[in-house]
């Protein structure tokens, strides 16, 4: 079952608690800090994001701005296209907006940095992330059971399950360099060092495109992670994010 | 609690919380402390860029075909001064291009003697801070030329560049346009005072009759309707003393993100 491929280390750490429940500790302290760090970026960055996109609120595809044709435009004509109360700064400043989102970008850089060389270091990638053969087979039933907001419990929910794991390593490793990068090729700077990189995305303005799109793609992981934090127990999922230590009950196998 | 209180009670909390978040925000965001933190990050693109990038890394160049049909102009469209109306009444033949500050040897340049030195043409991305792009074609002298011909003093370490239009009407002047580079984007074989654009001389709109192109960097450091350079050991007493008109109001002195 999926629960085995559960480090050894974390199995070590198994806490009897008094009414015959389990505590045992989930999360390190680096995948712990880590998490809020980014949480805090993510969530500036995209304010502030919303700041900048107000400057200019239409996408293009390709190199340049075909003005009379944006792939998309947002706004009516008169007032912001995204409301105050979800931009950063909250009131109209396009270079507040730039200052915020170029340090919470710096943050959130280091943080990932900091963040992959432990998961690299620790196994935390092989061990914890990569699902195993039997996980994908059973990706169907795993993906039924969550439509029905059914978790896995016991030993099963020591582990993280087959979408879980897609979920996390395709906002790890996709979705969150995806961010970095086409953030990187709309800089005139670096377009002059990394031209490569304007010709993967296709273009500045398409590279623009899709740094809104990845935000959007990274706004609805954000809800569901939410969600299944809500409907998999909050307190729980909360405990152990914050402190590492989560509760199963070994008696209730499914 | 029937569901219609309820419902409003939801109401009033949320509206509440949201109203602390924004207001909380706004005292944030427009504290010194906060936002000299932030400029670190400004600091930490500048030189990290200037270390990848080194002094020679050449903007992209692209070909006819690439060329914007519609190339937008932005901030001021026609400075409409007494003194720019007859310049541009008169084809800008009366106009010269003043160099003085930190130089050897002052300088008055007309935009025919700017035309008989060499020039460079290229064809170049201009990325504007709101977000968007175009593509156009710039003929020009490399401002390295005119700095050589001039000769810098060694304590030079900027090139300001007054322009002919005021973007806000200010008592103490200050909403004249400027602009300030180091040596570093002042030497770069792509840094152009430009003449022509797209194979014409270059339109009011766009900046007559000399700009700067800038290309590593965006589009408000590219000042237009230049009318005196000057070298400069600091750019502090100029304007409000941040190296710019849009950098006197916020935005960064290094512009290359």
């Known amino acids: 079952m999926s629960g085995a491929a559960t480090p050894a280390q974390a199995a070590g750490s198994d806490r009897a608690l008094a009414d015959g429940r389990i505590a045992f500790y989930r999360h390190p302290l680096a995948v712990r800090l880590t998490h809020w760090v980014n949480a805090l970026c993510l969530w500036l960055l995209l304010m502030s994001g919303l700041q900048i996109l107000n ?37 109209q400043d396009l270079a507040g907006g730039r200052s915020w989102h170029f340090f919470f970008a710096w943050l959130f850089v280091l943080n990932g940095l900091v963040y992959l060389g432990y998961a690299l270091r620790s196994g935390r990638v092989r061990n914890v ?26 030993d099963a929910a020591r582990g993280y399950n087959v979408l879980q794991k897609l979920s996390y390593l395709i906002v ?43 935000a959007t793609a990274l706004v609805a992981f954000f809800l569901i992670h939410v969600l299944a934090v809500l409907a ?9 994010i914050v402190t590492g230590w989560f509760v199963i009950k070994p008696e209730k196998r499914s | 609690m029937s569901s219609i209180t309820r419902r409003r009670w939801l109401q009033r909390t949320l509206t509440a919380l949201g109203g602390l978040t924004v207001s909380a925000c706004d005292r944030i965001s427009e504290s010194p402390h906060v936002n000299s933190t932030l400029d670190w990050a400004e600091e930490l693109n500048q030189r990290v860029q200037r270390v990848l ?30 003194e720019y109306n007859a310049l541009a009444k008169g084809r800008f033949v009366s106009w010269k291009l003043i160099v003085g500050g930190l130089v050897e040897r002052p300088l008055q340049l007309s935009l025919e003697e700017l035309r008989s030195m060499p020039s460079r043409t290229q064809i170049t991305r201009h990325d504007c801070v709101e977000g968007w792009s175009c593509i156009g074609k710039w003929k020009g002298v490399q401002l390295s030329r005119v700095i050589e011909r001039a000769g810098l003093k060694p304590n030079a370490r900027f090139i300001a560049f007054y322009c002919a239009d005021t973007l806000e009407l200010t008592l103490d002047g200050t909403g004249q346009y400027y602009e300030t580079i180091d040596l570093v984007d002042a030497l770069h074989p792509q840094t152009l005072l430009a003449y022509d654009m797209n194979d014409r001389p270059l339109d009011i709109a766009h900046g007559a009759p000399l700009r700067l192109r800038l290309e590593r960097q965006l589009g408000y450091k590219m000042a237009k309707y230049v009318m005196r350079i000057e070298a400069l050991e600091s750019f502090q007493k100029l304007g409000r003393g941040k190296g710019g008109y849009w950098e006197d109001r916020g935005y960064q002195w290094y512009a290359g993100i």
């Open chain 1, 55 to 91: 400057a200019h609120p239409a996408l293009y595809w390709g190199e340049i701005s075909t003005f009379d044709q944006p792939l998309l435009s947002f706004g009516a004509a008169d007032g912001p296209a995204f409301p105050a109360w979800i931009t950063l700064p909250g009131f």
């Open chain 1, 129 to 154: 992330l990569a699902p195993d053969r039997e996980q994908l087979r059973n990706i169907g039933r795993s993906l039924a059971d969550h439509l029905r907001l059914r978790f896995p419990h016991g």
């Open chain 1, 172 to 214: 790890l490793f996709g979705l969150l360099p995806l961010m970095l990068l086409t953030g990187l090729t709309m800089s005139p700077a670096m377009d002059a060092r990394l031209q490569w990189l304007t010709a993967l995305f296709g273009g500045r303005q398409s590279a623009r495109t899709v740094h809104f799109f990845t």
């Open chain 1, 232 to 240: 998999a127990g909050p307190l729980n999922e909360m405990r152990s």
């Open chain 2, 53 to 82: 990038l080194g002094r020679k890394a050449l903007a992209r160049e692209y070909t006819e075909k690439d060329i914007s049909r519609e190339f937008r102009a932005n901030g001021t469209t026609n400075p409409d001064t007494e």
